[in-house]
């Protein structure tokens, strides 16, 4: 099996793992990380050969776009002090934790290479998180949390490591600098985040074609991340600016067609990437055996040393932050997303898996130091990494169901459906305040006022059907009916539209272009 090929059967087990995970109600990315570990320990099955540099500008930028589209700024703003505590202040812990002990137990890690080894095991997977969070069901206070810890822990970790590797590597530190670094880095960020945000929604008015729009958006998160890394600026932090930007303001509210398709598109992105992404870090499983040759002993004992670190420290941190919290929600009454009792903090402690990052970060350690001799011991490193996203990923993942249902900790689906119905009866009135608009300028037929203004209720009782007041719930369920047999009605006529124009494309003579301009039409019209 060859590169090409081995990278076409990660593919398709993106794909399966899928509904595989639906059926066995695993989350997707731990079964696609056994899939990788299997293929790891198959003779026939080649190493993986890729740039370790190239790791992080692949697979990244697409999975925290897509990420942020499915969340919301104000939903950032409104829990940036929980995010603060898990993605900056809990990883600035976790590094020092990891860093002391590796420092303590593997003999001759220097602690610059212990404070690297610390920043790239800190931050939980936003990946992982979020697939896990999304899957189980989990309260939506919840997934915000999980959500914005992993979008923005890379961030912090990614800049701790690199200050770290670079102390590492020439044999000096300083403080001012780093603290500088660090601060160049976020205004850089940003800076190329909204700018390149901005460029992106006045470009996308104007190619106004919903392929090429779309099209551009897989290009903007590659772009955003490479400009900014070219600018000394975290490429990580811009790819979450210019995503966060264009969620709010790219598209148009009557564009239906390229949100629809935008949607799908980046569903398939997302699906694809995550599922090579974890099949990379199973994988890597070759390369983890070959360096414990002969030491199996020692280096299980370090990995499960760090491993130890990594688990209690997230629990020792969310213990008294949440309850902190809590009491400050209570007294100043914020506006934010916390875990209301000890069950949901302790499935938030048990959600903190490492994954494509951490990975990246390991694997992208430089060879050598700034004199040429080699980085002293890369392989240690590399192995207690692995060993930290192998005890996180798998063991948590796997066992992060039964814990959930063990804690019945669910989504408050009573106040979801609430929230739904509130919004269909908003719908339901903005369209009938424009309808009325409409009426004082133009003159109507009685039969169109009476038609116009039944189909501004159907707009709500189509989101919702229980939208209205109880005593009218049977009138309402009756005409439901009715809408519901309508658009059945019109479904299948639309679809006897869809099989002649196709069945015309077999036709002697037959124009494809203007068969698919037509059926392009009538899917259309099948949307509105």
Do not use: C
């Not at 470009?203 to 600018?231: K, R």
């Not at 600026?233 to 930007?245: E, H, K, N, Y």
């Not at 491993?307 to 506006?335: Q, S, Y």
């Amino acid at each position: 099996m060859d590169q090409l090929a081995l990278l076409f059967v990660l593919l398709l087990g993106a794909v399966l793992s899928v509904p595989l995970g639906d059926r066995l109600k695993l989350p997707a990315p731990i079964l696609m990380t056994l899939l990788g570990i299997v293929l790891a320990l198959i003779r026939a099955v080649p190493n993986v050969d890729i740039d370790p540099d190239l790791i992080l500008p692949l697979v990244l930028p697409p999975l925290l776009y897509a990420a942020v589209h499915r969340t919301s700024w104000r939903q950032f703003a409104a829990n940036k002090r929980p995010i603060f505590l898990l993605a900056v202040a809990l990883v600035f812990v976790t590094t020092a934790g990891v860093a002391f002990v590796a420092n303590a137990v593997v003999p001759g890690l220097s602690l610059a290479a212990a404070v690297a080894l610390g920043a790239l095991v800190a931050p939980p997977d936003p990946v992982a998180a979020t697939a896990v969070a999304g899957q189980l069901g989990l309260p939506r206070r919840m997934v915000s949390i999980l959500e914005g810890e992993g979008l923005f822990n890379d961030v912090t970790a990614i800049v701790l490591y690199h200050v770290a590797i670079a102390a590492a590597v020439s044999g000096t530190f300083s403080l001012p600098r780093a603290a500088f670094d660090l601060v160049l880095s976020a205004v850089v960020a940003i800076a190329v985040g909204f700018g390149l945000g901005w460029a992106a929604n006045k470009l996308m008015g104007y190619l106004g074609d919903a392929t090429l729009q779309i099209g551009l958006t897989l290009l903007i998160p590659y772009a955003s991340y490479v400009l900014a890394e070219e600018l000394k600026g975290s490429g990580v932090l811009a790819v979450l600016t210019t995503a966060i930007f264009l969620a709010e303001h790219a598209f148009d509210a009557d564009d239906v067609l390229t949100r629809l398709t935008g949607r799908a598109f980046w569903d398939v992105v997302d699906t694809l990437v995550t599922g090579v992404a974890f099949g990379l870090i199973g994988l890597e499983v070759h390369n983890v055996i070959r360096t414990a040759q002969g030491r199996w002993g020692e280096m299980l004992g370090w990995s499960a040393a760090v491993v130890a670190v990594v688990i209690v420290v997230r629990l020792l941190w969310l213990a008294p932050m949440t309850w902190v919290t809590k009491r400050m929600h209570a007294r100043r009454d914020f506006d934010e997303d916390i875990p209301l009792s000890w069950r949901e903090t302790v499935v938030m402690w048990w959600s903190g898996m490492r994954g494509v990052a951490s990975v990246a970060l390991a694997l992208a350690i430089p060879l050598t130091m700034d004199d040429g001799s080699a980085f002293p011991d890369r392989d240690e490193i590399v192995f207690i990494a692995f060993g930290v996203i192998m005890a996180t990923l798998v063991l948590q993942g796997l066992s992060l169901p039964w814990l959930v249902t063990k804690l019945n900790v669910r989504a408050d689906t009573e106040a979801e459906q609430e929230y739904e119905k509130e919004l269909a009866l908003r719908a339901a009135k903005a369209a009938k305040r424009r309808y009325k608009e409409i009426e004082e300028v133009e003159e109507l037929p009685a039969e169109v006022q009476e038609q116009m203004l039944r189909r501004a209720y159907d707009i709500g009782l189509r989101i919702n059907p229980e939208m209205g007041a109880e005593e009218r719930r049977e009138t309402q369920a009756k005409r439901y009916t009715r809408i519901k047999r309508v658009r059945r009605i019109q479904a299948e006529m639309m679809s006897a539209a869809r099989h002649e124009v196709l069945a015309a494309r077999s036709e002697p003579g037959a124009n494809p272009e203007v068969v698919d301009r037509v059926l392009r039409q009538l899917d259309v019209r099948s949307l509105r």
